[in-house]
């Protein structure tokens, strides 16, 4: 299943430009304990990718690792992908028998499904469903004003689960429905490692696909797009959100969260930094190159938004933060970048806003070793001094 994209603007810039310090924050603590999370989860595959991340592209056997900014956008733009391969996310998605899903379409049908969402991910959309956010976070965030410590991945796991069931118009227990979420892309992840399998992990996989469509109700023809799109926001908001708060406490960086005019910024650095979903999947349809590296058809493509983004190279810093076209790579290019985008900026705004007057540390964090994406299996924080 090929796919031409259109061309998207070139990144004319690499991340190392003026404004641009090179190395970690202000203090480093945010890089350091973040890094934690990484370890954890892909220990190899993190050293792999520190080790090359020099290459722009380069090939290793019948992979392709792709760090460079506009080799990135290239791939994602102008490489014939197949998007039902297997080691993708669309090809995953096949193999685990939800098939339909954006990931994995090309042509007018994407572009419908696309437009679809339009309504719910567009500005009143968003702005429609921030109730419902802001809610769980005044909830879940009380006890900090009584000097008591907030775990905050739940926190993130509620906030998700809520929102995706009121994007989706379900009735779902918001805190079972990011479970079901978080487990359907956990087994899928770990049925996807290369390596031996122990028997049963692909069953697990489905099984778990099967219980969060049950527990979504809704028909069958729209099953598979509504639990990809459980999917792809409660793993990238609970891997994602924690992580931010963790650097942008470690870092100091609370006044400029305290500053309207700055808080946008600074939620576009701690995406970019944290770059939620770190790795992208894919596989090349046709023969191109990457920043001079041949791909062949068949290759396997991992393209690095956290490298392309420049997360490894600086920051946090809202005073001279990336330029956009940069910081925007984290939610990838081109037909099938993240329609979620929006709603994840937000999400992150307010949960900053929300924190601002308890000016939190971190008090307990441990990374989780399960989950699809790197991140925190727990984030306790507690109000600082
Ligand atoms: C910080 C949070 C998030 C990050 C970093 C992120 C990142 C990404 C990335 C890198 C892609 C692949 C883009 C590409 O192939 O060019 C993607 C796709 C997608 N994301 Fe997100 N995402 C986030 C949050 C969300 C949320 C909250 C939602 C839904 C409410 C969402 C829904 C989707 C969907 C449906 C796709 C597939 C789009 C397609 O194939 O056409 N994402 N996201």
Redesign the pocket.
């Known amino acids: 299943m090929a796919e031409r994209p259109a061309a998207a603007a070139p990144v004319d810039a690499a991340p190392t430009g003026a404004g641009w310090p090179a190395g970690g924050g202000r203090s480093g603590r945010g890089r350091r304990r973040d890094r934690r999370v990484y370890l954890r989860r892909y220990p190899l595959l993190f050293t792999l990718l520190v080790a090359t991340r020099h290459r722009p592209a380069l090939r290793l056997g019948r992979t392709v690792l792709v760090h460079d900014p506009q080799a990135y956008l290239d791939a994602?733009t102008r490489l014939p992908l197949d998007r039902a391969a297997a080691g993708t996310v669309g090809g995953t998605a096949h193999r685990l028998g939800a098939d339909g899903?954006?990931?994995d379409?090309e042509g007018p049908e994407?572009r419908r499904?696309?437009r679809a969402?339009h309504d719910g991910?567009g500005p009143a959309g968003v702005a429609k469903l921030r109730p419902v956010w802001t809610a769980v976070l005044r909830r879940r965030l009380a006890p900090l004003a009584a000097g008591e410590p907030v775990d905050l991945v739940p926190v993130a796991a509620e906030l998700?689960g809520v929102?995706?069931a009121a994007?989706l118009g379900v009735d779902a227990d918001p805190t079972a429905l990011a479970a079901a979420a978080r487990r359907a892309a956990a087994t899928a992840a770990a049925a996807q490692l290369p390596g031996p399998h122990p028997p049963g992990r692909s069953r697990a996989a489905r099984r778990a696909v099967a219980d969060l469509t049950a527990l979504l109700g809704v028909p069958p023809d729209a099953a598979g797009l509504a639990g990809?799109?459980a999917v792809?926001?409660v793993n990238?908001?609970v891997s994602?959100l924690p992580r931010a708060v963790a650097w942008c406490a470690d870092d100091r960086l609370w006044d400029a969260a305290a500053d309207p005019a700055r808080r946008d910024t600074l939620v576009d650095e701690l995406?970019r930094v944290t770059?939620?979903?770190p790795l992208?999947p894919?596989a090349a349809a046709a023969a191109g190159t990457a920043a001079g590296c041949p791909v062949r058809a068949g290759d396997r493509l991992l393209l690095v938004?956290r490298h392309a983004a420049g997360a490894h190279r600086a920051g946090p810093d809202p005073a001279a933060p990336a330029p956009p076209r940069i910081a925007r790579l984290?939610?990838?290019?081109?037909?099938?970048?993240?329609?979620?985008?929006r709603?994840?900026?937000a999400?992150?705004a307010d949960t900053l806003a929300a924190l601002v007057p308890h000016r939190p540390v971190v008090a307990r964090a441990r990374a989780d070793g399960r989950a699809a994406l790197p991140g925190w299996a727990r984030l306790v924080i507690r109000a600082g001094t």
């Not at 984290?330 to 985008?341: D, E, K, L, Q």
């Open positions: 994602l899903l954006l990931f379409q994407h499904l696309r969402l991910l998700a929102t995706a994007l990809m799109l792809a926001a990238t908001t994602g995406l770059a939620p979903s992208l894919r938004a984290v939610f990838g290019a081109g037909p099938h970048s993240c329609p979620g985008a709603l994840a900026r999400q992150l």
